[in-house]
């Protein structure tokens, strides 16, 4: 059975974001991830496998093992999607400020 996995749904996991965070700065084997979590190593696999399906991670054979690379572009593009979502936050939040000065002035 294929599943297709959601990039947003494998970010939700607050296990899955550290694996993301640790890679982020240097790729590392899947033991060296592992040991970083409380939790069993196929738990730390099965998070693998998500990014890696979701392409938010690059696996690279070396020798025996394999290397995890955070991919950019994928990271990119989840930026570019969330990116509209802050712009029009930023600016209801200045409003909001913008609003909040000339009230407390007033006083």
Same mark, same amino acid.
């Given at each position: 059975? @294929?599943?297709?996995?959601?990039?947003?749904?494998?970010?939700?996991?607050?296990?899955r974001r550290a +694996?993301? /965070?640790?890679?982020? =700065?240097? =790729?590392?084997?899947?033991?060296? +991830?592992?040991?970083?979590? !409380?939790?069993?190593? #196929?738990?730390?696999?099965?998070?693998?496998?998500?990014?890696?399906?979701?392409?938010?991670?690059?696996?690279?054979?070396?020798?025996?093992? *394999?290397?995890?690379?955070? @991919?950019?572009? $994928?990271?990119?593009? +989840?930026?570019d999607f969330i990116? #509209?979502?802050?712009?029009?936050?930023? !600016?209801?939040? @200045? $409003? /909001?400020? =913008? *609003?909040? $000065?000339k009230y407390q002035? $007033?006083?």
């Amino acid at each position: 059975m @294929n599943l297709r996995r959601d990039v947003f749904q494998a970010i939700a996991d607050p296990t899955r974001r550290a +694996i993301l /965070l640790l890679v982020a =700065s240097q =790729s590392m084997t899947a033991g060296a +991830i592992a040991s970083n979590f !409380d939790t069993a190593r #196929p738990t730390v696999s099965k998070h693998l496998q998500i990014l890696t399906e979701c392409e938010l991670l690059k696996p690279e054979q070396n020798g025996r093992e *394999i290397h995890y690379h955070l @991919n950019p572009q $994928k990271l990119k593009e +989840i930026a570019d999607f969330i990116e #509209p979502f802050r712009t029009l936050w930023d !600016d209801r939040f @200045n $409003k /909001l400020e =913008s *609003i909040m $000065k000339k009230y407390q002035s $007033k006083q």
